[in-house]
């Protein structure tokens, strides 16, 4: 059963999962999953959404366990309309957050990337392509600032 504290509003026409422990603190702003019809919302076990966080898929958006999402977070898996009107590609592409994943307050995830398990994505940061596992990305559009040294047997505390 999630653990949610504030308002989150849920327009769920496609398939939406939600694994053990989700907690949702949607304090003082409200928390807003959108999943259309036809698209999949995946979030994992021991998931935290922070206040503000809008997440939408008109595709696919998976979110690994153990992740964290900083307050006004935005994840979008479309652009909703293309600038020109004769576009008639693709607008939609899925996104995954691997495990054990912290995104900073005011971080833009957009269509089509996937962040590396035990990655940092810094507060206010884009991320526009693919982030590597273990390391910390920073900046608009995001870029690798460092790695991080997670040994082989890592416990989460």
């Known amino acids: 059963m999630p653990r949610v504290r504030g308002k989150v509003y849920v327009n769920r026409r496609g398939e939406l999962k939600i694994g053990r422990n989700l907690s949702i603190i949607a304090k ?9 019809k036809g698209a999949k919302l995946t ?6 959404i922070n206040a503000g966080v809008g997440i939408a898929s008109n595709l696919e958006v998976t979110i690994g366990n153990d992740v964290k999402i900083g307050p006004r977070t935005s994840i979008f898996d479309s652009q909703y309309h293309p600038l020109d009107s004769s576009d008639t590609g693709n607008l939609c592409k899925k996104i995954v957050i691997e495990d054990n994943v912290w995104i900073g307050t ?3 995830i957009l269509p089509g ?3 590396g398990r035990n990655s940092v ?5 884009t ?3 693919d982030v590597p596992e273990n390391v910390v990305v920073a900046g608009s559009p995001a ?6 040294q997670i040994e082989k047997d890592w416990i989460r505390s």
């Not at 994505?121 to 940061?125: C, D, E, T, W």
């Open 28 to 36: 003082p702003w409200p928390v807003q999953l959108t999943v259309v």
């Open 43 to 48: 979030i994992g076990d021991n998931v935290l």
């Open 127 to 129: 991320v526009t392509r």
């Open 143 to 148: 870029k690798v600032l460092r790695e991080l």
């Open 113 to 115: 990337v996937r962040i």
């Open 121 to 125: 994505v810094a507060a206010g940061s």
């Open 106 to 108: 005011g971080c833009l």
